[in-house]
């Protein structure tokens, strides 16, 4: 996704009205940082993928990437969360739970209770129809402190339970227990356009031009330079705080510009931006001295967010008008606010979307049978009582399961399972469930469909398509993400300094892990022995 186009909105205005960024500079004088005996840092690297990453190293392009593997434990297949959109991956990543447990449905949903089509930021023309101001709250605002539920637990949350710092470096997501006042610049203070928003930090939080340490980083937070949401904002942050014993036990850092550069060029040849990315991981395993010492001081996880499947060149082909397909309904205009006589909101996260149905009088089954019309649909999915139904596009049967009945999956979950397997593609061998190319899917998709009240239909796009609308992305002859095909899911890990690894090689799994490899750190200085995490 476009990871900072909610501050490129920003951005716009202050270009337009040419007036100047104040930056938020924070000290770290004051931070008395306790200094952890093996700290872990998280790299976050925006649409990292496994074979362009192999392409790289292999040309001698990408020699820190090189290092860190040769050195650690590659994990090219991690499984992403569902829809495989940052914001709702990040929120994954932190509490260790699936969208229906921290209720971040996507980039872009409707929030029935309010009557509200919420967008994080999806592309420029959407945003400026929905309310620069609309879209600034929900991003620096009900993202982590309405919207991410109360009842999960953050790992910034969970570290300071017991005593233990975290950072936070341009992570969209990233609540915690200290509190802090996002001031606006002059320009739109004055325009009403963002108010001041107390929001609840990690220990240390850098947040592009709103939050940051590094006096000298200025430079790279400017209005041409996204406001400080790109690589070497990122990158510098957290050299500072390891150069100045800053460093504390738990810090994610988010790297978004190779993101830009898949969307564009696709998913197979972004070895221009892999290139950029390993040049900012040098310099920042320079400030040890040597690599090597860089990898005996902390644990590194290095790691992508999501993949990108290839959208064909053929706009007429390869861009899905849910709009041409559906319109015999009343579609909601995003312009304007959700009126009486509206019988559908589309909330489209590139590859995947959410449709919902707002009028009574028309089955969810009625809707779907337009979709199924449509080969370029892979799945579409809706829930019915406490069952979910999924059919494909082009495709006859229906396939329905439920969570907790007589087939067990890799993950040790359990399924009602009836109908024709092959839509989901999964296999079974007695009463075990195998996953093809949607991994983990009845997890995730069931996951999706709780995420959020409303009376909503899912649908995702086969490689080479996407969904779109008025006013939202498109990437023909690029590449997009959201969907639950394995080429937008699965990621590469990198990891160093440990032995252990996950229970199972998801994005949701991470989290207990983190806070196991932080345990097991605090014990060792108390000398606890603890059992491996394997």
């Given at each position: 996704?476009l990871y900072a186009l909610i ?209 000298k980083n200025n430079q790279n ?314």
């Amino acid at each position: 996704m476009l990871y900072a186009l909610i501050i490129i909105m920003i951005v716009l205005v202050i270009i337009f009205l040419r007036k100047a960024l104040q930056p938020a500079n924070q000290s770290l004088e004051h931070k008395q940082v306790t200094p952890p005996s093996h700290p872990v840092i998280l790299l976050m690297i925006d649409s990292l993928m496994n074979e362009p990453l192999q392409k790289a190293v292999k040309e001698g392009r990408a020699p820190a990437f090189k290092f860190l593997m040769e050195h650690g434990h590659y994990y090219p297949n991690v499984i992403s969360s569902y829809p495989t959109m940052s914001v709702t991956i990040d929120s994954t990543l932190l509490t260790g739970t699936y969208s229906d447990k921290h209720q971040v449905p996507g980039l872009v949903w409707f929030d029935e209770t309010q009557k509200r089509l919420v967008n994080y930021g999806s592309a420029r023309a959407e945003v400026f129809k929905l309310g620069i101001k609309n879209v600034m709250e929900y991003i620096l605002y009900c993202l982590n402190h309405s919207h991410l539920s109360n009842d999960v637990e953050t790992i910034h949350e969970a570290l300071d339970k017991i005593g233990l710092q975290s950072a936070s470096i341009n992570a969209l997501v990233y609540r915690g227990n200290e509190k802090m006042i996002l001031r606006p610049p002059k320009a739109l203070s004055k325009l009403n356009l963002m108010p001041k928003f107390q929001v609840q930090t990690p220990f240390l939080f850098s947040y592009g031009a709103l939050a940051q340490y590094h006096p000298k980083n200025n430079q790279n937070n400017q209005p041409w330079k996204a406001f400080g949401f790109n690589d070497k904002f990122t990158a510098e942050e957290l050299k500072y705080f390891i150069q100045n014993r800053k460093l504390p036990s738990f810090t994610i850092a988010y790297f978004p510009d190779l993101d830009k550069n898949v969307h564009k060029e696709g998913p197979i040849h972004p070895i221009n931006g892999i290139e950029k990315v390993d040049k900012e991981l040098q310099e920042i395993l320079n400030v040890y001295g040597s690599w090597d010492k860089a990898l005996k001081d902390a644990v590194w996880i290095v790691m992508g967010d999501s993949g990108q499947a290839e959208v064909g060149k053929d706009k007429n082909r390869s861009l899905v008008e849910l709009r041409s397909i559906l319109d015999s309904y009343k579609i909601h205009d995003v312009k304007e606010p959700v009126k009486e006589d509206d019988q559908i909101v589309l909330g489209l996260n590139e590859r995947m979307a959410f449709i919902y149905n707002l009028d009574q009088n028309i089955t969810i089954e009625e809707i779907v049978k337009h979709l199924k019309q449509d080969e370029r649909i892979q799945i579409i999915a809706w829930k019915n009582g406490t069952n979910v139904n999924a059919v494909a596009g082009g495709k006859n049967g229906v396939f329905t399961f439920r969570p907790d009945g007589e087939y067990t999956d890799e993950y040790d979950q359990s399924w009602f399972l009836n109908g024709e397997y092959s839509i989901l593609d999964l296999s079974i061998n007695e009463k075990l469930v195998g996953y093809g190319v949607y991994p983990d899917v009845l997890a995730r998709l069931h996951s999706s469909l709780h995420s959020h009240s409303g009376n909503y239909i899912i649908v995702d796009a086969k490689p080479g398509f996407e969904f779109v609308s008025e006013g939202t992305p498109t990437h023909p002859g690029g590449a997009a993400h959201g969907s639950i095909h394995k080429q937008d899911s699965l990621v590469p890990m990198i990891v160093t300094g440990t032995s252990t690894k996950p229970e199972h090689m998801r994005i949701v799994d991470l989290k207990p892990w983190i806070l196991h490899l932080l345990r097991q750190g605090t014990d060792k200085q108390n000398n606890i022995v603890e059992k491996r995490f394997d």
